[in-house]
């Protein structure tokens, strides 16, 4: 996903509009040195696992500024301020989940995502990743030695085996490229949209490929832009998209990830079809104020499902009145 061809293509894509002229629209890219927006995020995921239902959510305010611009591209750097998270549910540990997810938001709360753009504002990864990985590691070692220990079969195994045994699979957890996916995928997000050039005509189908969520593989999609609305009067423009597996050239990949993950091949699919139960999907609308091409609104939603397991995170961000235009 990132610096993916889907920016190219929304950069050249024509759309089909209700309410505009037949010139191009051609929004200017929003980014200038000391920019600051500030966004009211709020981050719902809803899992399910084997019947039992875990809900978790996050509200902040995200605070983004450009500290550096230049030929190269810009320093997008993005802080969370008065951060909150509540976990519930029927499922297992959730006391435990909480208090991991609570001393998460606590410490990342004092630290900065330096997000990479190139010139065209196209997200390319976080130049902070070892300390953010550092500090992902910190919070979790602790939590999974405590989920290691409640198996019966590793209840009396020493701190040090358990932590021998953990961090190398953290250390995986938190490579350069797992972090800027994992961490930068709302950043990654929120950048797909900036400066856009938009003809009135039809959406755009691309191909591209993304991370799986369930494994280190690397899953071919396909995905389209269209112009959802456009208001003159609110001088705004609208933007969908949707992305998902692509079903043909995804189908051998997906087969040999669903067999190492379960143990099992699934069942012989039609040609052009995924197994069974296999969910992973994306869709969002943005709306850009027309004259700035900054983006106002985001609502952005992500399906994941595999076997007993699935999961919804729907992620809003809304600008705030007393932020730059």
Do not use: C
């Not at 997000?115 to 979790?140: C, F, H, K, P």
């Not at 021998?164 to 709302?186: D, E, H, W, Y």
């Not at 899953?219 to 001088?235: I, M, R, Y």
């Not at 087969?255 to 052009?272: L, S, Y």
Request: aromatic fraction near 6%; glycine fraction near 6%; charge should be positive.
């Amino acid at each position: 996903m990132v610096k993916s061809r889907f920016k190219f293509a929304l950069v050249w894509l024509l759309f089909v509009a209700p309410t505009v002229v037949d010139a191009a629209i051609a929004l200017p890219l929003p980014w200038q040195q000391g920019q600051t927006v500030r966004y009211q995020s709020s981050s719902v995921q809803e899992k399910v696992r084997a019947g039992q239902r875990e809900r978790t959510e996050t509200r902040e305010i995200s605070v983004l500024e450009i500290v550096e611009a230049n030929e190269k591209g810009f320093l997008q750097v993005w802080r969370s301020e008065s951060p909150s998270v509540t976990v519930g549910g029927d499922g297992d540990d959730i006391a435990g989940k909480r208090d991991v997810a609570q001393q998460l938001t606590k410490r990342f709360a004092s630290l900065s995502l330096q997000a990479e753009l190139d010139a065209q504002g196209s997200y390319t990864g976080i130049r902070n990743w070892q300390e953010l990985g550092a500090a992902l590691r910190e919070v979790m070692l602790p939590f999974m030695v405590r989920q290691a220990r409640a198996r019966p079969e590793l209840a009396k195994a020493d701190e040090a085996t358990l932590r021998g045994s953990i961090t190398p699979v953290l250390q995986r957890m938190t490579t350069q490229a797992a972090v800027n996916s994992t961490l930068g995928k709302q950043v990654a997000i929120y950048n797909f949209f900036t400066a856009p050039k938009l003809t009135p005509g039809k959406p755009v189908s691309y191909r591209d490929t993304m991370p799986s969520p369930w494994s280190a593989d690397i899953l071919p999609t396909t995905g389209s832009f269209e112009l959802s609305g456009v208001d003159e009067k609110a001088g705004t423009v609208s933007i969908r998209w949707r992305q998902s597996i692509d079903p043909v050239k995804g189908a051998a990949v997906v087969r040999k990830m669903v067999e190492a993950i379960t143990g099992a091949a699934p069942p012989r699919q039609a040609a052009g079809s995924l197994p069974k139960g296999l969910v992973l999907s994306d869709q969002a609308t943005v709306v850009l104020d027309r004259k700035s091409g900054l983006p106002l609104s985001l609502l952005h939603r992500r399906e994941v499902a595999l076997g007993d397991s699935s999961s919804v995170t729907t992620w809003t961000l809304t600008k705030l009145e007393n932020s730059s235009p």
